[in-house]
Nanobody, 115 residues
Framework: QVQPVESGGGLVQAGGSLRLSCVASGRTISSVVGMGWYRQAPGNKRELVASITRGGSTNYADSVRGRFTISRDNGKNTVHLQMSSLKPEDTAVYYC????????WGQGTQVTVSS
C-alpha cells in the first residue's frame, strides 16, 4: 500500500513560517480526486486542515484560513503546505493523504510552535 512521506516540519517561534512537503512515491497524485493535509495534536483527533482537488480548488479549516496555502506539483507527485503566521496551537504532527484516505498513513512531520 502506498504510504506518503511527509517532510519539512520543525521548531519555529510564533509568527514564523514553515513549508511542508509530501511525496506519494509510485503513484500519480493527479489521479486522485483530491489531496489533503491533516494534523493531530496530542489528545486530539486527526483533522483536515487544507485540501486541493484535482482541478486545483482549495479549501481550508477556519483555524488556518489566510495563513496556510496548499499547492500540488503533479509532475513531482508532491503536495506542499506553506504555513505562515504560525501559532502555538498549530503544534501537531502533520500528515498528507488523499481525501478518500486511500493511502496508508505515513509517519507525519512534527511541527512545534513556541510562544
Amino acid at each position: 500500500q502506498v504510504q506518503p512521506v511527509e517532510s519539512g516540519g520543525g521548531l519555529v517561534q510564533a509568527g514564523g513560517s514553515l513549508r511542508l512537503s509530501c511525496v506519494a512515491s509510485g503513484r500519480t497524485i493527479s489521479s486522485v480526486v483530491g489531496m489533503g493535509w491533516y494534523r493531530q495534536a496530542p489528545g486530539n483527533k486527526r483533522e483536515l486542515v487544507a485540501s486541493i482537488t484535482r482541478g486545483g480548488s482549495t479549501n481550508y479549516a477556519d483555524s488556518v484560513r489566510g495563513r496556510f496555502t496548499i499547492s500540488r506539483d503533479n509532475g513531482k507527485n508532491t503536495v506542499h503546505l506553506q504555513m505562515s503566521s504560525l501559532k502555538p496551537e498549530d503544534t501537531a504532527v502533520y500528515y498528507c493523504n488523499a481525501l478518500d484516505l486511500r493511502y496508508a498513513w505515513g509517519q507525519g512531520t512534527q511541527v512545534t510552535v513556541s510562544s
